[in-house]
């Protein structure tokens, strides 16, 4: 393979010097340039893997070579050099098509992240995901979706990720990390809404032994975890006012100081975040900082409905169905064109997840090979039927006069009775089968008088 190659681009020639040595120690070649315009020309006349341009040039600027590369030479990763405290120019860059930046002074070991990077993806080097989870579906949002990844991959930009309950964001999330130039590093998801807001800070950024009661070790943070991977910050409108600050530093500094330490360790990791709330709004009601806001949404990826991409719904089922019988050791599972039908006109609420729910839900009740509408227990399909004085795990027969209150119940009874027989009475494993928490099931065997 042909000796890597990088067009370094600074009016400054010590930094440029300094830059290029880094860069021949890694075995890369370097060509300077002093202008945009010389750049310009090297780049028509010779063959780059990595462009590193700073963001001020005489005459046109950093940002104007950033926007020529990515019209005319899309393929090759360029990287800006910021002044320091200037990530509004850092996050214009990135906007505009930037691989990465790396702010003045320039930090060598940073640099080197970047571009080690920033060579996997000129050369081809990444690991195949074929073999990983993928993203199904060939309805035109999806094939949107898969499309507008490729490109993200090829950035370290932040992204935030869109969309409703069950769509799949952590999936995206994940399929950007494994397309892009980190995906040999760690990918590290996090429920914000998860962590209680005494721990958040220790959870994300790590603590030192001493630090509070029951600090009885050093511990890392998730930011340490993920360095040099992927951090995906999944529900982050939960975050508290305090940890939006703390995380936005972290964030603009590219460095976090543990509970009770006294030094800061710089972190390279990429920030993906995503929530099913409206983010804009959150911001506009001061629910959420404009400035955390703007760091994260550097570029923004709406996940669509299943209810946009009602035409995915077959191989979804599918490959669910699939993986669900393989899990339990079933052969031969299909479904009915009724129940097919029923799933094609239901709206589903809560999307993909939903869907994977009901299925698994229905794989467990039915009684035969083949899954029915009634097996699925859509609202639309179930049979009105009155339960008053039923017995256990009976759905009562067919009366003239029946309240929706009782059939519900009736209903609810005989769904609970025939997961725990099938769990052996395990609460926890029926609940997981029910779709529905420990405590909710709880509460209705207490209702339902199941105890």
Do not use: W
Request: aromatic share 4%.
């Amino acid at each position: 393979m042909q000796a890597a190659r990088a067009l370094v681009v600074d009016d400054e020639p010590d930094i440029c010097e300094l830059i290029c040595l880094t860069l021949e120690r890694m075995d890369i070649a370097s060509e300077r340039a002093g202008t945009v315009d010389e750049a310009e020309r090297l780049l028509r006349q010779e063959s780059f893997d990595l462009c590193l341009t700073d963001m001020q040039l005489p005459g046109r600027n950093g940002l104007d070579l950033v926007r020529l590369v990515q019209q005319q030479h899309p393929e090759l990763p360029i990287a800006v050099i910021t002044a320091h405290g200037s990530m509004d120019a850092a996050v214009e860059a990135l906007k505009a098509g930037a691989f990465d930046f790396v702010p003045k002074p320039v930090d060598l070991k940073m640099l080197r992240k970047l571009v080690d990077s920033a060579m996997k993806l000129s050369r081809g080097s990444l690991p195949d995901p074929r073999s990983r989870r993928t993203l199904l579906g060939d309805s035109s949002p999806m094939q949107r979706i898969r499309g507008t990844i490729v490109k993200l991959a090829r950035s370290q930009a932040p992204v935030y990720i869109s969309g409703e309950s069950g769509t799949g964001k952590e999936l995206v999330a994940r399929t950007i990390h494994e397309k892009g130039g980190r995906a040999d590093k760690a990918f590290v998801p996090i429920n914000c809404g998860a962590i209680p807001g005494e721990l958040m800070e220790s959870e994300f950024f790590g603590h030192i032994k001493g630090s509070f009661t029951g600090a009885t070790t050093n511990k890392e943070g998730l930011f340490q975890a993920a360095d040099g991977g992927t951090l995906f910050l999944d529900e982050v409108a939960e975050l508290p006012q305090h940890m939006q600050v703390k995380l936005l530093r972290a964030i603009q500094e590219r460095a976090i100081r543990p509970v009770g330490g006294q030094q800061e360790i710089t972190v390279d990791v990429r920030i993906l975040s995503a929530t099913h709330k409206d983010l804009a709004q959150l911001v506009e009601d001061g629910q959420f900082r404009q400035d955390l806001f703007y760091r994260i949404n550097v570029i923004q990826l709406n996940v669509p409905s299943l209810r946009e991409r009602r035409e995915d719904i077959p191989m979804l089922v599918e490959h669910v169905l699939t993986r669900l019988a393989g899990n339990n050791g079933q052969t031969g599972i299909s479904l009915s064109d009724d129940a097919m039908q029923a799933l094609s006109r239901y709206p589903f609420p809560g999307n993909v997840r939903e869907l994977e729910n009901i299925l698994e839900r229905a794989l467990t009740m039915a009684e035969e090979q083949t899954i029915t509408a009634d097996d699925l227990m859509l609202p639309d399909h179930e049979p009105l039927s009155p339960a008053p004085s039923a017995p256990s795990g009976a759905i009562p027969e067919p009366d003239d006069d029946f309240l929706l209150e009782d059939y519900l119940e009736g209903i609810e009874r005989s769904v609970i009775t025939k997961a725990l027989e099938k769990t052996n009475n395990n609460k926890t494993a029926a609940a997981q089968l029910l779709g529905i928490s420990f405590r909710a099931l709880r509460y209705k065997l207490k209702k339902l008088d199941l105890e």
